[in-house]
């Protein structure tokens, strides 16, 4: 009985030693967490890593654009030296459409989907073919620096396209500070021209408008196809036309190469119509119409600077005051959008 007792305790001692052993790895959650913790740390680490590069990127290549777009009006005006403003138009749209059609066709990139068409053709109406018309009707008879002032109002007029078209309600704020920039621009144009608006006033204010509406609609394509394929279409769209306008053109409009025309037709034809578009659209897909057109802010004082060293055009003191009066409005629409 002794024995038998004392076999069962043994047993008995066994039994829970071993019930205790078996039962300890579903009752140890510590290791799983500490296991689990590494990754958990990890993440926050790496995953914002891509967007922040893309933005980093995205605002090189609107700043890339903007600069472009501030030698456009300098370009012009050299261009006007010898060949006439709807010639001018008109071979700068061939020239691009020519260079967007081989870079399309060279890499086999298909049609865009019939639903971007509408989009596509507010595009070529807006920055191919309006702004670049009505800017070089103005400058024939207005200073870069003049318009550029003026054309500084494209940030808020960006601004309020994309509000309208997004269907998004910005604040007091940023409606009190857009309309103080225009009437700030609107003083200056007035002053400039002797008390009323010039011709040259009603094309620059044209152009704010139809530019506008194609930098939102540009943007908004930007964000679905390439940039480069947002204005590379656009220019092909519009090349049967722009091939019978430039014929026309030529037929009844002065055509001279000289050094400086040669330059500006080049500048704006590759430069500014086509490079600077791809990285502007680029640009705002990967950051944004808002903040885009904040970097927007320093195109016309740029283009003041031009204005002096290529063109040797005399500044009034109106024209940086006015500019930097725009600018901070801007930045005061910028915030207000948040």
């Known amino acids: 009985m002794k024995a038998q007792d004392s076999a069962t305790a043994s047993r008995g001692i066994t039994v829970p030693t071993t019930t205790a052993t078996t039962a300890t790895p579903p009752t140890q959650p510590a290791p799983p967490e500490q296991a689990a913790t ?3 740390r990890a993440t926050p680490s ?3 890593a891509p967007p922040v590069d893309r933005r980093r990127a995205g605002t090189v290549q609107a700043a890339l654009g903007v600069v472009a777009f ?5 370009a012009t ?6 060949i006439g403003p709807w010639s001018l138009v008109g071979l700068r749209c061939v020239l691009s459409a020519l260079i967007a059609g081989g870079c399309l066709l060279a890499l086999r ?5 019939r639903a971007h068409w509408g989009g596509l053709a507010v595009v070529a109406c807006g920055v191919v073919l309006g702004f670049p018309l009505l800017t070089s009707l103005a400058l024939q008879t207005s200073s870069t620096a003049h318009a550029a002032v003026v054309v500084g109002l494209l940030p808020l007029t960006t601004a309020a396209f994309s509000a309208l078209r997004t269907g998004a309600r910005p604040s007091r704020t940023f409606w009190t500070a857009a309309v103080t920039g225009a009437v700030a621009v609107l003083g200056f144009t007035v002053q400039q021209s002797g008390g009323a608006l010039s011709t040259a006033d009603v094309y620059l204010f044209g152009a704010l408008l139809v530019c506008a509406a194609g930098y939102t609609e540009g943007g908004r394509l930007a964000r679905v196809l390439p940039g480069w394929q947002v204005i590379g279409w656009a220019l092909v769209f519009c090349l049967p036309l722009t091939v019978a306008w430039t014929a026309v053109a030529l037929a ?3 055509f001279e190469l000289t050094p400086h025309s040669t330059a500006g037709l080049l500048y704006s034809a590759i430069g500014s ?3 600077g578009l791809l990285v502007w659209y680029r640009g705002m897909a990967a950051i944004g119409i808002p903040k885009a057109s904040q970097l927007q802010l320093a195109q016309p004082l740029l283009t003041l600077v031009w204005s002096v060293f290529l063109l040797g055009e005399d500044l009034t003191a109106a024209a940086p005051l006015t500019a930097v009066a725009v600018l901070v409005c801007i930045a005061v629409t910028q915030r207000a959008r948040g």
Do not use: M, N
């Open 38 to 40: 590494p990754p958990r």
């Open 46 to 48: 790496a995953a914002p």
């Open 70 to 74: 501030s030698l456009t009006f300098p």
């Open 77 to 82: 005006a050299w261009g006007l030296e010898g």
């Open 109 to 113: 990139v298909p049609v865009p989907p």
């Open 252 to 254: 009844h409009e002065s």
């Open 273 to 275: 119509q086509f490079l």
